[in-house]
């Protein structure tokens, strides 16, 4: 197992939005961005998109490289993890970001939409954790960031399986801070508000309306808003913060 020399990133969900923003933020000369994408109605598209993210790496300096991924199996997220571990000996950062929805109102929710929903945004972050805290443990550093949501504070009527696996995150986040803090790793969750990406482009027009009306600063919030704070979070400054969640949602919640 080589070891790169560099400050090695891993983003989960790293082909669009949010995810993107956070890959290109962390790119630069010193690091090394590693991260999946998983989409199995469109794989094309979303290999299209996980080689723009690479090229926009480059674009910042920086050394990037998208991986095909389920972060809901166990298997397919070990052979993430191995050919990283593989290629760059060690890990620094991991970003749990990668998320879906399948809304529907709780009495008309499937089984299998409650299922998939919990097991991407929930179990995947914890087969994220359970896998890299063992390595940051051994390492004695590292940090962690879980990309929660402000629902999974609030509630949202149609978004059951969204918002329970959002505050089940922010629990995570709680609990893992905790059990690993002794051996210097930190974690930490990020809570967006309104973000602009192709989740919530299939926003109806009205409810987008109602829920622009409820944000004080006046506007949806840009994928980069996300990504600023997740990389202070995983910066020298933010060393003595940790299970905390910090909302970005131009004040939709306080
Ligand atoms: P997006 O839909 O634009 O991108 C989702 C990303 O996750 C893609 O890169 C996709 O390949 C990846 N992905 C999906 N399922 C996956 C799986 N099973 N395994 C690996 N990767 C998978 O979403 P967006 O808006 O960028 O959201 C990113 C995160 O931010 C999500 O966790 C979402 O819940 C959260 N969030 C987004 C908000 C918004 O307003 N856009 C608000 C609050 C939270």
């Known amino acids: ?89 060690h890990i620094d950062v991991l970003v749990n970001n990668a998320g879906i929805t399948k809304d529907a109102l709780i009495v008309r929710m499937k089984e299998a939409d409650w299922d998939a929903v919990l097991n991407v945004n929930l179990k995947g972050p914890f087969n994220c954790i359970q896998i890299i805290g063992k390595i940051m443990m051994k390492q004695r ?57 192709d989740m919530t482009a299939v926003v109806p027009e009205k409810a987008r309306e109602a829920m622009l009306g409820q944000i004080p600063m006046g506007r949806p919030g840009q994928a980069e808003d996300i990504a600023g704070v997740v990389t202070f979070l995983a910066s020298e400054q933010a060393a003595y913060i940790t299970g905390q969640v910090i909302h970005v949602s131009g004040g939709m919640y306080m």
């Open 1 to 89: 197992m080589a070891d790169n020399g560099k400050r090695v990133i891993i983003v989960t969900g790293g082909s669009r939005g949010i995810g993107r923003a956070i890959c290109v933020a962390f790119a630069g000369n010193d690091t090394e961005v590693f991260f999946n994408y998983f989409s199995p109605g469109d794989p094309e598209g979303e290999k299209t998109a996980a080689a723009e993210t690479e090229k926009m790496i480059a674009e910042a300096g920086g050394t990037g490289k998208g991986l095909w991924a389920d972060i809901a199996s166990r298997d397919e997220t070990n052979a993430f993890f191995d050919q990283v571990l593989e290629e760059a000996g």
């Open 141 to 197: 550093h590292g940090r962690i960031i879980n990309i929660a949501s402000i629902v999974g504070v609030t509630g949202n009527a149609g978004q059951a399986n969204y918002v329970a696996s959002k505050a089940g995150i922010i629990g995570l986040t709680k609990t893992a801070a905790k059990e690993l803090a002794p051996r210097g790793v930190t974690v930490n969750a990020v809570a967006p508000g309104f973000i602009v990406t």
